[in-house]
């Protein structure tokens, strides 16, 4: 008799490996051209755990919408807090999720920290980070209808040390703006799926604290060593 134990276990791994090979920010294209500015943030601490956020503003005719089309946001967690603001002209809708740890690799995304274990000698810590970024279209004309419409989804990444490297592919239609740890995307929509690659370093703090330590040990133990030779020599008389 077949274990069903086994089988259910065999289901959740094929499941989860389908997951994984999906994208890993995918945003409703119904999200996108129907609100007048929809902004994706993604805070990483230094520990690879970071924090996510939505936030949209619409036209209030879409306020019954908006919600919906934000929870259909795939971003690898599950959004947690929603809150919103009913303006006379417009309708602003946030939503938040926190995430216990970034994957240290995947095809769609992944975070790697290269830290005292894997750069003993180097005075700064490195954080890369890998993303793709697609967009769910209803209809094989959404791309074009992206393309004349200019629209785009603002994507901020807050990194823990200084950005050292942002680049976007394809890069036709859209741009990125960095400034010290965070960098801005602006990514075209007609572009269907762009991949993101963020680079930053943040200076070793505690390693200096001990190598400044060490430096001066040694060079207390020199200044005892040499007044002790200089003790014991001879004097002349």
């Known amino acids: 008799m077949a ?3 086994g089988a ?7 499941l989860q490996a389908i997951s994984q090979r999906g994208l890993w920010a995918t945003v409703p294209f119904a999200l996108l051209v129907n609100s007048s500015i929809t902004v994706l ?3 990483i601490e230094p520990d690879g755990s970071a924090h996510r ?3 949209v503003v619409a036209a209030p005719y879409f ?3 908006v919600p919906g089309w934000t929870r259909d946001v795939r971003a690898d967690a599950d959004w947690d807090m929603a809150w919103a603001v009913n303006r006379e002209d417009d309708f602003v809708y946030n939503r938040d999720a926190r995430i216990a740890a970034l994957p240290e690799s995947g095809e769609a995304a992944a975070l790697t920290i290269s830290d005292v274990a894997q750069n003993p000698f180097s005075l700064y810590t490195t954080y890369r980070w890998h993303e793709v970024v697609g967009y769910s279209y209803l209809y094989d004309s959404d791309p074009a209808a992206a393309e004349a419409t200019n629209k785009s989804l603002i994507y901020e990444i807050t990194m823990p040390g200084t950005v050292t490297n942002a680049t976007v592919t394809p890069a036709t239609g859209s741009s990125t703006k960095t400034e010290g740890p965070k960098v801005v995307f602006e990514l075209a929509a007609s572009q269907g799926q762009q991949t993101i690659e ?3 370093s943040r200076l070793r703090w505690g390693y200096l604290l ?3 330590y060490l430096a001066a ?6 200044a005892c060593t040499l007044r002790h030779w200089l003790r014991i020599q001879p004097r002349k008389i």
């Open 3 to 5: 274990d069903p134990g």
């Open 8 to 14: 259910w276990h065999r289901l959740l791994s094929l």
């Open 41 to 43: 943030t993604l805070t």
């Open 53 to 55: 956020q939505i936030s």
């Open 63 to 65: 306020r019954d919408q």
């Open 198 to 200: 963020v680079e930053a």
């Open 210 to 212: 001990v190598l400044a």
């Open 217 to 222: 040990y040694v060079i207390y133990c020199s």
